[in-house]
């Protein structure tokens, strides 16, 4: 193995970790066999739910627009690489600002787009039931379908008129 | 050492939860203790003559949990800890900073050769948590109550170039 570190990139990185602690691993494991695998904590399944539900729609969006993750990434002003996560990733908690340029490009109310990204608590019952129901209608192919489409409207139309209680 | 800093701790009125997690380990029979494991990968990092760190690595342990790199292969940290003579909650001062981050680079790079991209995934202590999140930009998988209730972490490609400086 041949580990190549600057000294620049050390000498950056070294002061990061002062005074923190570092500790990983159970010694009482090391070397067994076959953790079972599980899934995240039951109390953050909610929040990834949102995760899901919101890359879903930045998804559907994107390509509703005919637009690359570069193209969409040039108009809203925001990292690629982020963008590719929040499509991807569920546990990934999305930038608040990468939020807020979304909401712009697609002209949507940022603060709904906020609550539906899972950043902050609350929102409607009526929005929650309608993120659900429009991740669970779409589906990862090229061109939109006539049902995402449709989906996509409706649930458009919620978060256009959804406002707080 | 461990002796005097649990008395200290004691007489300070520091509560038990805040001591350092792995302060009753035995770090003197560490490294000879890990040749038992063959299959692990083991890295140390000596300076001023003593050893700093230490760190067991286990290509085989499990595989990825986060839902974009689900069942892929990874390169567990199956331990990682600074030596306590390089520690201020124990030793009083912290001669050398560092330890942490120049071992997970290593373990990108086993992960790297071996052609699981990077991918990374430990338990960490309770305190180390902060570390793993905020300075390793790792993903928090929550509380996995399978092993010892401990923080399970992961490193996605994508994370590995970052902390690698690549991105």
């Known amino acids: 193995m041949q580990l190549n570190i600057t000294k620049d990139w050390f000498l950056n990185q070294a002061h990061l970790e002062e005074g923190l602690e570092i500790g990983a691993g159970a010694l009482q494991h090391i070397g067994r066999p076959a953790l079972r695998v599980v899934p995240a904590a039951e109390s953050s399944i909610s929040t990834i739910s949102q995760h899901l539900t919101f890359g879903r729609f930045v998804e559907v969006m994107r390509r509703k627009q005919g637009w690359t993750v570069s193209d969409l990434a040039i108009v809203a002003e925001v990292s690629p690489e982020e963008l590719l996560v929040i499509e991807g990733d569920p546990y990934h908690e999305p930038e608040l600002s990468t939020v807020f340029g979304l909401a712009k490009t697609f002209n949507l109310p940022a603060k709904n787009l906020v609550k539906m990204a899972g950043l902050t608590q609350g929102g409607s019952s009526r ?23 449709t989906a996509l409207q409706a649930f458009l139309k919620v978060i256009v008129e959804e406002s707080d209680p | 050492m461990v002796e005097s800093t649990i008395s200290r701790l004691q007489k300070a009125g520091i509560p038990r939860d805040k001591w350092p997690q792995d302060l009753h380990w035995d770090w003197d029979k560490k490294a000879g203790w890990s040749r038992r494991f063959l299959s692990l990968q083991r890295f140390a990092i000596t300076c001023g003559g003593a050893l700093q760190g230490l760190m067991l690595v286990n290509l085989t342990k499990l595989s990825a949990r986060i839902a974009s790199q689900w069942g892929k292969d990874l390169a567990y940290i199956d331990y990682l800890s600074t030596a306590p003579w390089n520690r201020p909650e124990i030793a009083g001062v912290q001669q050398f900073h560092g330890v942490g981050k120049i071992m997970v680079r290593a373990a990108i790079q086993v992960s790297l050769d071996e052609g699981f991209r990077g991918r990374l995934g430990l338990h960490a202590l309770g305190q180390a948590a902060s570390f793993y999140r905020n300075v390793c930009g790792m993903t928090d998988l929550g509380t996995d109550n399978d092993y010892y209730n401990l923080t399970y972490f992961e490193m996605t490609e994508s994370q590995a170039k970052a902390f690698c400086g690549e991105t």
Do not use: Q, Y
Request: hydrophobic residues 25%; aromatic residues 4%.
């Open chain 1, 127 to 149: 929005l929650r039931e309608e993120s659900v129901r429009f991740a669970a209608c779409s589906e990862s192919k090229e061109p939109l379908t006539e049902e995402e489409n």
